[in-house]
């Protein structure tokens, strides 16, 4: 029953913190964001718990959020248009599905668990028990951080050890907003029926039928939560900017948040998925700053205040992997700088090109001092990928259709999804040399499982290429739609590209 509370009122929290999109929103979107933006808040008020070192506990954390989320509740102030039947209706749905689940969960033993697993857990153990990061070893801090520790300290509570329901009710919340997403895709190109069903039902067949996921799943580990907030912070950007609702960077600017502490590349990893979206001028300034503004203090609290003092002395060089993070959150700042000033903002576009370029840089560089550690990790990953890492067909025909859709098809605001996509895949590259050894063949490699992280938002951009080629086919080519990022720079009849 403890953990059932915990799930239901984690799920409680993430309505609170959307409480402004009631009538702006569909109910099925705000349903579907409701549970990772609650385990996203709970992860907030627990980092800066232990960064002011007041005495953490998950009661705590859950508290800290929930004050957040009322906060959040009282000056969204009244909802417009939307009846109380309706969201006592979503709500009702939603937390009943995480009890349930929760139940069923703590009784069929699906969990997961590997070596990586057992220290997670020891990590929510001292957590829980001290308090604070005191009692956390260092070297755990260094390999693993912070983000599937806090996913458990839960089970600490409930004797467990673990939750056995989160990981899986975060999975099934990212199938949901990844179809909420879709559907928005669906809408705005006037998707018929019958495509939108064959669309949803032939890539959920194909993602929930592919071990790799499935296991994640149920894995204690962090890759799931990354993939489905990625999945919130970019999938409701998307919309956001497509729709002009900006509240719905209010639980994209909490998943982009909740990143820098998950894991040793999180940071990095959020960033790559983030400049694509606040270099884009259809969403304006002030609400750029708004979005990365939560990315950009968590990185500050944990890489620059909470875990310095428990680092590996060697890891605190001023490009090491501690306090190289805040010249990650400082890009972010500059570049937003840069587009606030009207003479120079038009080179703010550019961001994502100049993070393409600098990671290719970056790898090539490396690859010319150290060319076998690039070459055994492109051999580990392709056999991975192909068979060696139990994805099936999954990395076999998704990249093909994700070149396929960038060679031929063009929407608006489409960077936002190829530009993170590319991005992350130079960014796994980069990562072997940066943490000085190769991805190696087998399920448990890490290349392999951060491989994870980006599966949500590869597949619904391959959907929404998809919607947006039936509807040129249909005569409706989105080409020749005007954009509202192209009319703010003068640019006349849209390219479509995204970044504007």
Known sequence: MTEMALMVWMALIGFAVLGPLWGRVSPFGIGAMAFPAGVAAYALGSLLLLTVDVGFS??????????????????????????????????????????????????????RLTADSVRY????????????????????????????????????????????????????????????????????????????????GATAALLISTNRWLYHAFYVNGHMAIGVLLMVGVGATWVAA??????????????????????????????????????????????????????????????GIAYPARAVDGDLGVFGPVYGNLFVAAGIVVLLAVASVARVRRVAIYAPWVMLAGLVAYVALAAAFDPRTLEDTLAATGSNLAVSGLWGLYWWVLPL????????????????????????????????????????????????????????????????????????????????????????????????????
């Open 242 to 303: 497509r729709r002009g609702t900006w509240v719905l960077l209010i639980p994209a600017a909490i998943a982009f948040g909740a990143l820098p502490p998950w894991r040793p590349e999180a940071a990095v990893t959020g960033a790559v998925f983030l400049i694509p979206l606040v270099s884009v001028v259809a969403i304006p300034i002030a609400l750029r700053w708004a979005l990365a503004a939560p990315f950009v203090a968590t990185t500050v609290l944990w890489h």
């Open 401 to 500: 259709f994700i070149v396929g859709a960038l060679l031929v098809i063009r929407f608006r605001l489409q960077s936002m999804w190829t530009m993170s996509i590319f991005g992350y895949t130079l960014a796994l590259l980069a990562f072997v040399y940066l943490r000085e050894g190769p991805y190696r063949v087998g399920t448990g490699d890490s290349g392999s499982r951060m491989m994870v992280h980006a599966v949500f938002v590869a597949i619904v951009y391959v959907v929404l290429a998809a919607s947006a080629a039936l509807a040129r086919d249909d005569g409706a080519d989105e080409a020749q739609v005007p954009d509202a990022a192209d009319e703010i720079r003068g640019g006349g009849r849209s390219r479509s590209r995204g970044v504007a």
């Open 121 to 200: 857990l020891a990590t929510a153990g001292a957590l829980e028990t001290a308090g604070s990061l005191d009692g956390v070893s260092a070297w755990d801090l260094r390999m693993r951080h912070l983000g599937a520790p806090l996913m458990h300290t839960g089970g600490v509570v409930t004797g467990r050890g673990y939750l056995a329901s989160i990981t899986a009710l975060l999975a099934a919340s990212g199938l949901a907003t990844a179809a909420w997403v879709a559907w928005e895709g669906f809408v705005v190109w006037a998707t018929p029926t019958r495509w939108r069903w064959l669309l949803l």
């Open 58 to 111: 998950t009661v705590a954390g859950l508290v800290v959020a929930s004050v957040g989320g009322m906060v959040v509740v009282l000056v969204g102030g009244r909802t417009p248009g939307v009846s109380a039947g309706v969201m006592l209706a979503t709500i009702g749905i939603v937390v009943g599905a995480c009890a349930i689940g929760a139940i069923i969960l703590q009784n069929v033993h699906l969990t």
